[in-house]
């Protein structure tokens, strides 16, 4: 069920009306649909039926801690890439056993902080982090669970900025170095072996680079069982895309059937960690059309949200859809690239659209619930935009909207 529609002529998310929202919080303002995310964490879940598994939510893709705060509620783990995405876990009521740490940049800060703390596995993505985090835990004086990250070499067939698993890219390690990894962590004595861990990239929309990467990591886990080395989980990263436009990726069941069905008889527990999957079409993107100005070449239609505030788009080339809140209105078809208020020709969110608005009135990107407020910024001193959380009929501000304050507050002048 969908949970974004059209109420007599007005956009909705649940029970309430979009209209409601702006008129309550400004645009540009980032709407969560709480029914969404729970549909979504169910639709990963409930296909593992009793097979030991942990869905490990990467906070990166939407890191507001009530949404994490749900996620947790709804039994997820989490998949951090920082000490700040840490904290918010914690904050959010996540315990350090729930959370894998991946990211290639570990410091000696972050991986201290978080042994200390107790999180459930790294994920190793170099010699030199291995090597670290030993020397880490040993002053700790506790043992730390690790995994490696490989690179399978698949080519996730997908945006070049968001495919990893290549032998191009800086994540990973390849599969011959890993086994020789594997041996030296097995005789550093703060170091277990957990796991083997890998994503191949994000926005994913075919099975077979899915199942590739499966049967390459099992591959390796039989050749280290063979060498004495036990694996318990397979951690197979994120990456399931959704529909923005007209992909048709697999249904997270088929995704995780045809995962579990190459690990079962291995008997290791499978760790994901979905971020786009579970937030991406939970969220809309509530701005206001400015200006609707004639080009010479082209119209515009010029609206209060920009790459500031969403930037895939202008990064990916991105299309999102952006449609009317009000769908009943005597405006007339106007034929314009939808763009934001930034001083960059690529501030466009969408090119060659067709849309029935005046001046004032409101539009709604949608899908936009993964990686939209995780990447916004304060570029040309814009604040961030508010994001609210509609639970049914009610309405949560998960986040206010950002103040003058809060951008220059902590600038100095100088003496
Ligand atoms: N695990 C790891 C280690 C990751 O690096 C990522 C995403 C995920 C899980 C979650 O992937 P997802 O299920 O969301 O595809 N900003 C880009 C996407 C970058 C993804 C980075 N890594 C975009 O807006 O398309």
Redesign the pocket.
């Known amino acids: 069920m969908n949970h974004f529609n059209y109420i007599n002529n007005q956009l909705h998310a649940e029970q309430v009306a979009l209209s409601e929202i702006a008129k309550s919080y400004g645009t540009p303002t980032y709407v969560y649909s709480k029914a969404t995310i729970e549909r979504h964490y169910h639709a990963f879940n409930t296909p593992f039926a009793d097979y030991p598994h942990r869905i490990c939510y990467?906070v990166?893709?939407n890191s507001n801690i009530a949404v994490l705060q749900q996620l947790k509620r709804l039994g997820a783990g989490f998949?951090i890439?920082s000490l700040g995405e840490f904290h918010r876990v914690i904050k959010a009521g996540g315990k350090p056993e729930d959370i894998v740490f991946?990211?290639l940049a570990k410091t000696t800060e972050e991986l201290t902080v978080t042994l200390d703390a107790g999180i459930s596995c790294f994920?190793l993505e170099s010699e030199n982090e291995l090597h670290r985090l030993q020397t880490v835990a040993e002053k700790l004086g506790k043992t730390a669970t690790i995994s490696i990250?490989i690179n399978p070499d698949v080519d996730a067939k997908t945006?070049h900025?968001?495919t990893?698993g290549k032998k191009q890219n800086k994540?990973g390690i390849d599969i011959e170095t890993a086994k020789r990894l594997y041996k030296e962590a097995r005789k550093m004595p703060f170091i277990e072996i957990a796991g083997v861990d890998y994503?191949i990239?994000?926005?994913?929309t075919t099975l077979e680079p899915i199942t590739k990467a499966v049967d390459t990591a099992i591959e390796l886990i039989q050749e280290l069982k063979e060498s004495g080395i036990q694996i318990k989980h397979l951690d197979v990263?994120?990456?399931?895309?959704i529909p923005y436009k007209d992909e048709v990726p697999p249904h997270p069941t088929e995704y995780v059937n045809s995962i579990v069905e190459r690990v079962k008889p291995y008997n290791l527990e499978i760790i994901l960690?979905?971020?786009?999957?579970?937030i991406?079409n939970a969220g809309v993107l509530i701005t206001k059309v400015e200006y609707l100005k004639k080009g010479e070449m082209k119209n515009f239609a010029v609206i209060d949200a920009g790459m500031n505030d969403y930037i895939?788009p202008s990064?990916?080339d991105?299309w999102q859809n952006i449609i009317e809140v009000n769908n009943n209105t005597d405006a007339e078809k106007f034929e314009c690239d939808v763009v934001g208020p930034i001083c960059e020709s690529s501030d466009v969110l969408g090119k060659e659209r067709t849309l029935k608005v005046n001046e004032g009135d409101l539009l709604a990107l949608t899908s936009v619930g993964?990686?939209g407020f995780s990447?916004s910024s304060n570029y040309n001193t814009r604040p961030k935009p508010a994001e609210v959380l509609v639970d049914g009929d009610k309405v949560h501000l998960i986040r206010r909207r950002e103040t003058y304050e809060d951008m220059i507050g902590p600038e100095n002048l100088l003496d």
């Open positions: 990467s990166k893709a998949d890439v991946s990211g994920n990250r945006h900025h968001i990893t994540f994503h990239g994000s926005q994913i990263g994120g990456g399931l895309g960690e979905p971020g786009r999957c579970i991406g895939r990064l990916y991105a993964a990686y990447m």
